[in-house]
């Protein structure tokens, strides 16, 4: 990773020749902070004002905004909700047991293991597959563009595409079409019989009152039908009589404009395609059939004397899809949306790790028969580790900062489902439940979970300048 | 590598040879439909944008494609004539601008001390800024807010500029001092020979050798402003917000201000999408190296 961190910007930079005999340079860190005098820099050294002047912006800076308020919330934290009184551990107690922040805690778990390793895991397969398209650059770009727009911009997006509504959230219309082609989906919802005279139910399922005869064509008149599931259905036509054979009609009783008999096909009535009837006698499905464009169905004669049924699935409330934002969906949803964002980083960053693995093994381990996966598995991963490991860490420590997503993606409703430790800080600062002593105590719990990351930084850069 | 590869080459019979043609097939489709998947949410967006509230109301975007005659720029009128949508533009350019500006003077001012001057404890005072790095922001959120309380700088861009610069500082200080400290040694004893103080030195020959390092550096940070919104929503003037804390305050009722949203979040990404497309090895470089983020 050291070519990553800071070769990354020196790559991009003009040809110097970097500074690597061990006199020149900075090279000191090696030795005490006293021994970096023994190396003058020019005839005079520098003098202290000189320093000083080029320092003190960043360092006041960085010592007024950075420095003392970690210390300022270590100390905060110790005190109860006004400030006045000394609350000991109470405030980090209540982090462990308050109900929301309990939530928040578990959410962050999942985010910090998920959320990094599914988009490295991304980034990784498709730094490997671009390598050898040409027009991989154009992927890369496409991938890696989200890292430019807002958490903000991010969320508005995917606050659309998780629309419950299907008609207008594309990610349950394409889960509904998905769903619909594996199981058709009711032909007319909703619809149902006029009054109890012909047809009579419960559950969704409508009988008839009276068993049917071959012969004498049955009549099954429905109203409720919504117009947008009857464009382009034919008029209905009475049943054909057919010898020793169970015939009727399925159609709209209902003429446009009022007028027309109920339970008598009147001329511009609307047929009812594709409704399955079927044939019950003593609770047995007998036999089942489904109606025509025209409305017209046919049982055979082994319906004779049963009733006919129209089953449930006729009129069942169309399928709607996921609710992606509902309680327990919306953390998942939106740990969707941040690997959108962030997966072209992972790939990125991991694509200029391969940049660097040396040629020669990946053939040489070809040449000894290895397939591409033995070769990508036993070559070009190990080799990689470095990179992927900084990759998840980065996205870990990035993770946990991770606010404006779920604050703009999750709806009112379920926002204390999805409730993350650095939005809880901000409910407990500045938002709906103040308490700038738990606050407080989740930010140095935030603090104390990059600490780590601090270190093994420190001992990295170190070693890379002692070299 | 030549020789290596038509021995491969003549190794793999015929049957493995089409065997990885077709896999070449199937890996180059998954990645057409992977790049659409990716490029879909943004598409959605953008075609909303451009569409009236009844009809974000009555369909799905993909309607459009079907009857681009839906289409109409009336929710960009209504944001253009709309002073405080204009308005928190510009605060935003006026927070996003200064805060870029003072990172890149003052992280230059302290990377150049760290790579070229003398002074005790150089190292020390290098390796506590680095450690600071990884802080989240989070962790100063109460204490500055007091502090510019009692400055008088609560809820006011100056503060705002202020938070962003002094947080982007330690990642500028790490990137400027490693790319100055590639500066070849005898430009810099020359130009001191020749007599030029270590202010001149800095402004003439320092800054302009570290282009590309700025540029990195700079267009990082001006993305990772203009894109805040966490900061802006404690910090800046709620009553003349920057963009992303005004379009936040319509989030709340997502569905009837939808075709604000839609556009509102199309114009808040222009910028950073010009920016990203404008200068993208620089935003590379930049990323990469702020990976020790």
Do not use: C
Request: glycine share 10%; proline share 7%; no cysteine.
């Amino acid at each position: 990773m050291s070519t990553a961190s800071a070769g990354g910007a020196a790559a991009s930079g003009p040809p110097v020749p970097p500074a690597d005999t061990p006199s020149s340079g900075p090279s000191g860190a090696a030795g005490p902070p006293g021994a970096s005098g023994r190396k003058p820099r020019s005839a005079l050294g520098t003098r202290a004002w000189v320093a000083a002047l080029f320092l003190l912006p960043a360092l006041a800076l960085l010592g007024a905004l950075v420095v003392y308020p970690i210390g300022y919330s270590v100390y905060r934290s110790f005190l109860d909700a006004s400030g006045d009184g000394f609350a000991g551990v109470d405030n980090y107690r209540e982090v462990f047991t308050d109900e929301r922040i309990r939530t928040a805690l578990k959410n962050n778990v999942i985010w910090v293991i998920v959320a990094p390793s599914v988009a490295t895991a991304l980034g990784l397969i498709f730094a490997v597959l671009t390598e050898r398209v040409r027009w991989g650059t154009a992927f890369k770009i496409v991938v890696f563009m989200p890292m430019a727009i807002s958490m903000l911009a991010a969320g508005i997006i995917f606050r659309l595409v998780y629309e419950q509504n299907p008609d207008r959230g594309v990610a349950n219309a394409v889960w509904v079409g998905v769903h619909d082609t594996f199981k058709a989906p009711a032909p007319f919802p909703g619809a149902h019989p006029r009054d109890d005279r012909l047809l009579t139910g419960a559950g969704g399922a409508f009988t008839t009152r009276t068993v049917v005869k071959a012969g004498t064509p049955a009549v099954l008149p429905l109203v409720g039908a919504k117009p947008k599931d009857l464009k382009g259905a034919q008029a209905a036509a009475p049943p054909r009589e057919a010898a020793g054979r169970v015939t009727g009609t399925v159609w709209r009783d209902f003429t446009r404009g009022g007028g027309g008999k109920p339970g008598v096909i009147d001329p511009g009535e609307k047929a009812l395609k594709g409704v399955t009837v079927e044939a019950v006698r003593d609770g047995r499905t007998v036999a089942s059939a489904t109606s025509a464009a025209d409305g017209t169905f046919t049982l055979p004669a082994s319906a004779d004397g049963a009733l006919l049924s129209l089953p449930a699935s006729n009129f069942a409330a169309p399928y709607n899809g996921v609710d992606w934002l509902g309680p327990s969906l919306v953390t998942p949803a939106i740990i969707g949306a941040y690997v959108w964002m962030w997966a072209g980083f992972a790939m990125v960053l991991i694509a200029a790790g391969l940049a660097s693995v040396p040629r020669e093994l990946l053939e040489a381990a070809r040449v000894d028969g290895a397939n591409e996966w033995q070769v990508f598995r036993r070559v070009t991963v190990p080799l990689l580790a470095p990179v992927l490991g900084v990759v998840l860490v980065t996205l870990m420590i990035n993770v946990l900062k991770i606010f404006d997503l779920v604050y703009i993606i999750a709806p009112g409703a379920s926002l204390d489902n999805a409730n993350v430790l650095a939005l809880q800080l901000y409910q407990s600062s500045f938002g709906t439940d103040v308490n700038q002593g738990v606050g407080s105590a989740i930010a140095v719990f935030l603090l104390v979970l990059v600490l780590p990351v601090m270190l093994v930084n420190l001992r990295r850069i170190r070693k890379e300048r002692q070299r | 590598m030549t020789t290596l590869d038509t021995a491969v080459r003549a190794k793999r019979s015929l049957p493995a040879r089409i065997a990885g043609r077709l896999g070449g097939g199937v890996m180059r489709l998954f990645l057409v439909v992977v790049g659409l998947f990716w490029l879909t949410p943004t598409v959605g967006l953008l075609l909303s944008s451009f569409r009236d509230k009844g009809d974000i109301a009555a369909s799905g975007w993909w309607k459009v494609l079907s009857h681009p005659a839906q289409l109409t720029t009336e929710s960009y009128s209504t944001l253009f004539s709309n002073d405080t949508v204009m308005k928190s533009l510009l605060t935003t350019a006026l927070i996003t601008v200064p805060a870029t500006v003072l990172v890149v003077f003052v992280g230059a001012l302290a990377g150049y001390a760290f790579a070229w001057l003398d002074f005790p404890g150089r190292d020390w005072w290098f390796m506590a800024v680095v450690g600071l790095l990884v802080v989240p922001v989070q962790v100063a959120l109460i204490p500055v807010a007091k502090l510019f309380n009692s400055l008088g700088i609560f809820e006011s861009t100056p503060g705002v500029v202020l938070f962003h610069t002094a947080f982007g500082l330690p990642f500028a200080v790490f990137l400027l001092r490693n790319f100055f400290a590639e500066i070849p040694r005898e430009l810099l004893e020359a130009a001191r020979l020749d007599g030029a103080g270590e202010i001149r030195l800095f402004l003439r020959v320092v800054l302009p050798l570290g282009g590309p390092a700025i540029a990195s550096l700079g267009i990082f940070q001006f993305l990772w402003v203009w894109n805040d919104m966490l900061i802006a929503l404690i910090f800046a003037d709620s009553g003349n917000p920057p963009i992303t804390v005004a379009l936040q305050q319509q989030v709340r009722q997502f569905g009837d201000n939808i075709d604000i949203l839609a556009s509102g979040a199309f114009l808040s990404m222009a910028v950073p999408l010009a920016v990203f497309f404008a200068f993208q090895r620089q935003f590379v470089s930049g990323v990469m190296a702020g990976a020790v983020k």
